[in-house]
Nanobody, 123 residues
């Protein structure tokens, strides 16, 4: 089992920044990659970004490229999502996830999920 604990959401104005954290524990040796997904009301859960557990590779959705940065602290088994230049359309519940496969953009490939953290961006 892998446990994921997220933190860092909140309410900000457009143009502001937020940093989300996701701490992983348990059988972390089984993780291939960590990802962030988001889900807005009435919409499908969508891929935001992912990083391999080794930290060698990162992946981004086009909608966040250049604004969001994913990183990993290996000593803390924690993944961070730095979100800059936030827009109202970034408003969603953000979920951290851990997977054991290479299809990092596919949400059903992820076996473990955090509880979600709300990010609200006002205009």
């Amino acid at each position: 089992q892998v446990q994921l604990v997220e933190s860092g959401g909140g309410l900000v104005q457009a143009g502001a920044s937020l940093r989300l954290s996701c701490a992983a524990s348990g059988r972390t040796f089984s993780i291939y990659a960590m990802g962030w997904f988001r889900q807005a009301p009435g919409k499908e859960r969508e891929f935001v970004t992912a990083i391999t557990w080794s930290g060698d590779s990162t992946y981004y959705a086009d909608s966040v490229k250049g604004r969001f940065t994913i990183s990993k602290d290996n000593a803390k088994n924690t993944v961070y999502l730095q979100m800059n230049s936030l827009k109202p359309e970034d408003t969603a519940v953000y979920y951290c996830a851990a997977n054991g496969g290479i299809r990092v953009r596919v949400h059903h490939e992820y076996g473990y999920w955090g509880q979600g953290t709300q990010v609200t961006v006002s205009s």
